[in-house]
């Protein structure tokens, strides 16, 4: 089993930054593929950015060039750090973890998922 507990969300201002952070219980088995999605109000979840196992890294076009994913393997924690942080980045951002993903933003290959940190950006 995995546990994934998200922490970091707040209220910015746009051009600002923060950086979200996940900790995760469990085998790494489980978590060798760990990704951020998003979800707006009204609108359908969708994937923000992905790490694999051995570091390497995937964006959305939306994020690429002010989102940065990296993971502390010895805290156990997923980061995002968001910078330059527009209004449609509002979001409830989640964290997700699988043994392996077919695509990054395939939803159902993410076994495990956190409660969700909530982001908001005002203009």
């Known amino acids: 089993q995995v546990m994934l507990v998200e922490s970091g969300g707040g209220s910015v201002q746009a051009g600002g930054s923060l950086r979200l952070s996940c900790v995760a219980f469990?085998?790494?088995?489980?978590?060798?593929?760990m990704a951020w999605f998003r979800q707006a109000p009204g609108k359908e979840r969708e994937w923000v950015a992905g790490?694999?196992?051995?570091?390497?890294?995937y964006y959305a076009d939306s994020v690429k060039g002010r989102f940065t994913i990296s993971k502390d393997n010895v805290k156990n924690t997923l980061y995002l750090q968001m910078n330059l942080l527009k209004p449609e980045d509002t979001a409830m951002y989640y964290c997700?973890?699988?043994?392996?993903?077919?695509?990054?933003?395939?939803?159902?290959?993410?076994?495990?998922w956190g409660q969700g940190t909530q982001v908001t950006v005002s203009s």
């Open positions: 790490r694999s196992g051995d570091g390497t890294t």
């Open positions: 997700a973890a699988a043994s392996f993903v077919r695509t990054w933003d395939g939803e159902s290959d993410y076994k495990y």
């Open positions: 469990g085998h790494p088995y489980y978590m060798d593929y």
